[in-house]
Every structure is written in structure tokens, then in C-alpha cells.
């Protein structure tokens, strides 16, 4: 195990810790990583003498949650990157992980954008604005005091588009959001 994937690891397991605790651990081995190398040691050897940095993270919030009012969490969804402080290059942690359906996620979201939420959206809220002009010409036509069967006819016409309209902007919601849920 390289420091990178060390680093990298410790950090993924630390993501509930809050970001200015997970910032000092993270600090704290790299100093570990820099003194090592200063004394002649591989990067290698100074991970086995570190241990499991997935053990090591499962110290900390262990720790963490014994304190009183632990878990008052950061967002694991939007972590602030740490930098490699040892290299001219800095690498921010973590590596994102390529979970492989990346691309097709992707290109989902594109077409629900493009072939189902662009007229999609509109056309629920012109069906629900339709029903909505169904009762109210209904109304203003006198239809309900004409005949209480008419009146039953325009009412559920008018309730039966509003609804498919509401369920047509509910579905597309939904759609784009599991897509989108997919890429972060």
C-alpha cells in the first residue's frame, strides 16, 4: 500500500467525522508519512507499521461518538478535499471511485432531461391547468345547473387532469433525481 491509497483510505473511512477533526487525523499521518521518510523508510513499510487505516478510522469514531453530541455530521456527499502537503503536484483525497456505470447514468440523465423533462414538464402543467379550465368554463357555462350528471362529468374531467398532470411532473421529478442521485 502506497500513502496515496493510505490517505485515500483513511479519508473515505473518516467521511462522518466533522471536516476540521478529519482534517487533523489526516495531518497528523502525513507527518507520520513525512517522518518516516526523513528516517529512510519505504512508503510501504511505514503503512504496515501504521496499521489498517480502515481500523485506525474506526478508532476515531468510535471515539467520536462517545463524546456528547457526536454526530453532528458533515455531509459525507460534499467532503473537503485535503491536499498532499509532501508533493509539487498536490493530489487532492479521495480518488473518486468509478463505480462503472458512471457513463450510462450520464447519458440516462441527458435523454430524461432532454426527451422526457423538457416537454414533459410543460405538458403536466398544461394538463393541470386544463382541468383547472374545464371546471371553471363549466362553471361560468352553467353546466351544474343545468343537469347534476353533467356537472358530476365536469367535475371528475377536471379532477382526472389536474391529477395526471401533478403525477406527470411527480414522475419526472423522480426520474431525474434517481439519475442524478446515481452520478454524485
Not at 24 to 34: G, K, R, S, V
Not at 100 to 114: E, K
Not at 163 to 174: C, M
Request: hydrophobic share 50%; net charge negative; proline share 7%.
Amino acid at each position: 500500500m502506497t500513502k496515496n491509497d493510505f490517505l485515500n483510505t483513511l479519508y473515505q473511512s473518516l467521511l462522518y467525522l466533522p471536516a476540521k477533526e478529519r482534517q487533523e487525523i489526516l495531518q497528523d499521518y502525513e507527518e507520520h508519512f513525512a517522518a518516516g521518510i526523513e528516517e529512510g523508510k519505504a512508503e510501504e513499510e511505514i503503512c504496515r507499521a501504521l496499521g489498517d487505516p480502515k481500523e485506525i478510522a474506526q478508532t476515531y469514531l468510535q471515539q467520536n461518538k462517545a463524546r456528547p453530541g457526536a454526530y453532528k455530521q458533515d455531509s459525507p456527499s460534499n467532503p473537503a478535499p485535503v491536499r498532499n502537503a509532501g508533493t509539487a503536484a498536490a493530489q487532492p483525497y479521495p480518488i473518486p471511485p468509478d463505480n462503472g456505470n458512471r457513463a450510462l447514468f450520464t447519458v440516462l440523465l441527458v435523454l430524461d432531461i432532454v426527451l422526457i423533462a423538457l416537454p414533459g414538464i410543460p405538458a403536466g402543467f398544461a394538463l393541470a391547468a386544463a382541468g383547472a379550465v374545464v371546471l371553471v368554463a363549466s362553471i361560468a357555462a352553467g353546466i351544474f345547473a343545468s343537469s347534476a350528471l353533467l356537472a358530476l362529468f365536469f367535475i371528475s374531467l377536471a379532477v382526472a387532469l389536474v391529477s395526471a398532470g401533478v403525477l406527470v411532473i411527480l414522475l419526472i421529478v423522480w426520474s431525474l433525481r434517481a439519475c442524478y442521485r446515481q452520478l454524485r
